[in-house]
């Protein structure tokens, strides 16, 4: 049976708490996998594990530098998942928004009656 | 009043405490009854829940303990969207809890639950969202693209203004 890979996409990627909680550390830094392990209170192979689903959705670059290897956030790839999110958020604020003005003419019109 | 030029569009604050919930925050200008009522009057529903994304052909509403509620819109693309459930908590003007269907996957009830919070004439409405599986809530969250992708809120500022 075919098994559907868990990390296809950004979305995907970002779906596991532990990989979202790296992606914070990172932030705007660039760290080893040392320093994750640290921050994260997590082991290095587990750490390792998550960055390599991550490098492999592009959410995060590396840069080796001799022996020593970077990790940093690839920003533009975590587009989609902002959009994502801001899709919905449109919807709701536009109902919101009407449900606003709904509101200000109910007060209207009890201020005339 | 100066809430008629829309100075909170736009302001609701969306949020994901869980890996099975959304929240969705925002505030009114106006008493928690009367945001209850356009919660819980077909007649008021009407008037908001499509958004800019179509246009409300149902809101029934039968508000009591295990009485059920059903809306339906006509998106902007000619499809029609249901939503339905029933209501479990019924405490006006606090508390809302229903349960809720998006009528093409049954299968995915979600449990929702309204607070109104007022304080010096402001209301604050949570629409906290709980559903049984973390798939289930990111489904829920795509379907907001539910009324297609022409948002055009500029329509909406417009069509709103000629009620005045």
Redesign the interface.
């Known amino acids: 049976m075919a098994r559907t890979p868990t990390t296809t996409d950004a979305f995907s990627a970002v779906a596991e708490v532990s990989r979202r909680a790296l992606l914070n550390a990172l932030g705007t830094e660039e760290a080893t996998v040392g320093d994750l392990a640290d921050w994260l209170g997590l082991s290095q192979p587990q750490v390792s594990k998550h960055l390599a689903v991550l490098r492999a959705v592009e959410l995060v670059s590396v840069r080796v530098d001799g022996r020593r290897r970077w990790y940093r956030v690839n920003g533009p790839a975590l587009q989609p998942v902002f959009e994502w999110a801001r899709n919905f958020e449109s919807t709701w604020n536009s109902r919101l928004d009407r449900l606003d003005d709904v509101l200000v003419e109910l007060q209207t019109k009890e201020e005339l009656t | 009043?100066s809430?008629?030029t829309?100075s909170?569009?736009?302001?609701?604050v969306?949020t994901l405490p869980s890996?099975q919930e959304?929240l969705?925050t925002?505030v009114?200008?106006?008493p928690a009854e009367?945001?209850f009522d356009?919660w819980t009057m077909p007649d008021?529903v009407k008037?908001?829940?499509?958004?800019?994304?179509g246009k409300v052909t149902e809101a029934q509403i039968d508000l009591r303990i295990g009485g059920r509620w059903r809306w339906v819109m006509t998106a902007n693309g000619g499809f029609e969207v249901a939503f339905s459930g029933e209501y479990r908590e019924i405490d006006r003007p606090h508390r809302l809890v229903r349960t809720e269907v998006f009528e093409m996957f049954p299968e995915a009830e979600a449990l929702s639950t309204l607070t109104f919070e007022e304080f010096h004439g402001l209301t604050t409405?949570r629409i906290l969202g709980w559903y049984p599986t973390?798939d289930i809530r990111?489904a829920a969250?795509?379907s907001?693209?539910?009324?297609g992708?022409q948002?055009s809120?500029d329509a909406?500022e417009g069509l709103?203004r000629n009620?005045e």
């Open positions: 009043m809430n008629s829309g909170r569009y736009g302001s609701a969306f890996d959304i969705v925002r009114f200008d106006a009367l945001v356009a008021l008037r908001w829940w499509a958004g800019d994304r409405l973390k990111d969250i795509a907001g693209m539910e009324g992708l948002t809120l909406l709103v009620e």
